[in-house]
């Protein structure tokens, strides 16, 4: 469970956050699961990932391998 990961305003833009999701969506123990999230404004952010919109809720299926 992850909750309100914040990039500090001094490292933005320089594609911390971009990383980190790619980290976490990429490693193979977490692949198979499939992922929730709320946001007001990052849809646009998360959507490149596999994220589907819903309103206030984005969801990503299990990747099969």
């Given at each position: ?29 977490l ?6 999230l709320?946001?007001?404004?990052a ?17 990503r ?5």
């Amino acid at each position: 469970w992850i909750c309100d990961v914040i990039i500090k305003e001094e490292f933005r833009n320089k594609g911390l956050g971009r990383k980190f999701i790619s980290f976490i969506l990429d490693d193979p123990e977490l692949k198979h699961l499939n992922a929730f999230l709320a946001t007001k404004d990052a849809h646009k952010f998360y959507e490149p990932y596999g994220f589907f919109r819903s309103d206030y809720f984005m969801f990503r299926p299990a990747l099969l391998d």
